[in-house]
């Protein structure tokens, strides 16, 4: 039996993970305002490529297809019913790319509802969350990655609910502005040291942040984490840097190099999951790989 996430980091080992998913599924044909998700059930081939080409990569970690793969999400394509066949084949997807030794990460993104608006109950984000969290562990998650949150009720209501029905180790990421005063907040006003306290409280077994940054930015968000939590594992996937917009296109400025050059800062920090978000490819986590293993 291979060890749990913490167990390895416990021992000192700075893992790699993943990095972005949307823009490869784009490249082979996704088509603006088609569901993502759905392709692990239309087609489970491409999907499967996106995932070994991580792992081919050097990447410890592979996520899942999954990340709009709730209920709220699905039923904006008619596909509410099917919630927990679209989430297990994405994690069946993702296990036979990382085979018996690599992590699967089932990946859990928000509703697109607030309770601070009344648009949803508790109760209904929660059923919500524990749905999708049984369907990915069915598949053969190793663990659950909530991720891209910015509501700490939203985010610690995900958490709870896969603790609370599956035995995988929980992470929750937040994802961090960063303000003209030189803070970083979520939308909803957030900090780092503030998602740590109720996330732990939660339940998290690792915490973190993804998207909105680069990796530079990523260094001090995790500095302020370890103000406030030494031992917590963290996990970062950090952007390619900061959107730019070229004529109609928009690109992620940071070349694997780049990237690469900033990962043992980010792990001297404290991160001990490292990988990738926005503008990412196979090439940045497979620079990051050889630069964290000389680490």
Known sequence: MKPTLTELISKGKTLVSDGAWGTFLQAKG???????????????????DIAQGYIAAGADT???NSFGGNSF??????????????????????????GADKYVLGS?????????????????LYDSFKEQAVALYDGGA????????????????????ARENTPCEVICTMTFDHLASGEYRTMMGVSPSEMVVALKEAGAHIVGANCSNGIEGMVTITEEIRSVDAEIPVLIHANAGLPVLQGICTVFPE???????FAPRLAKAGANIIGGCCGTTPEHIHKLAEVLRTV
């Open 30 to 48: 996704l088509q603006a305002g088609e569901c993502p998700e759905l392709w692990n059930i239309d087609h489970p081939e491409a999907v499967l």
């Open 62 to 64: 592979i996520e899942t």
């Open 73 to 98: 999400k699905l039923e904006g394509f008619g596909l509410e019913s099917r919630v927990y066949e679209i989430n297990k084949k994405a994690a069946e997807i993702s296990r036979q790319a990382a």
């Open 108 to 124: 859990i993104g928000p509703t697109g509802k607030m309770l601070i608006m009344g648009d949803v109950t508790e109760e209904e």
């Open 142 to 161: 190793d663990a659950l990655v909530i991720e891209t949150m910015t509501a700490l009720d939203e985010a610690s209501i995900a958490v709870r609910a």
């Open 255 to 261: 070349s694997p190099e780049m990237m690469a050059a």
